[in-house]
Nanobody, 127 residues
Framework: QVQVVESGGGLVQDGDSLRLACILT???????AAWFRQAPGSEREFVAA????????YYARSSEGRFTISRDKAKNTLYLQMNSLKPEDTAVYYC?????????????????????WGQGTQITVSS
């Protein structure tokens, strides 16, 4: 079982950058890790994900070109670098980890594949 703890949220302005971090504790080699977000009144949506061993990242269309997911295996930490933030990026951001066999855009973006979730960190982008 892997535990995940996010950090790095806050209040920023339109166009700012922010980096989220997620520490994963436990045996992570077989895991896939991802970021999801949920805005008030909306369903949880996929942001980005990667294969812990092989990277192979996937991004939601709204994230591509602005967000970068990465990981530091030595620190057991997953990152999400977010640039050019917009008010519509305002949400609670969740880190998630899971072990599932097939790695493709569909499986990476499916929240039901992730069994380990953090508590979430709030990001508010003001206009």
């Amino acid at each position: 079982q892997v535990q995940v703890v996010e950090s790095g949220g806050g209040l920023v302005q339109d166009g700012d950058s922010l980096r989220l971090a997620c520490i994963l504790t436990g045996h992570t080699d077989e895991y896939k890790a991802a970021w999801f977000r949920q805005a008030p009144g909306s369903e949880r949506e996929f942001v980005a994900a990667l294969h812990w061993n092989h990277r192979l990242p996937y991004y939601a269309r709204s994230s591509e070109g602005r967000f970068t997911i990465s990981r530091d295996k030595a620190k057991n930490t997953l990152y999400l670098q977010m640039n050019s933030l917009k008010p519509e990026d305002t949400a609670v951001y969740y880190c998630a980890a899971g072990t599932f066999q097939y790695w493709n855009r569909g499986t990476a973006g499916d929240p039901t594949n992730y069994s380990n979730w953090g508590q979430g960190t709030q990001i508010t982008v003001s206009s």
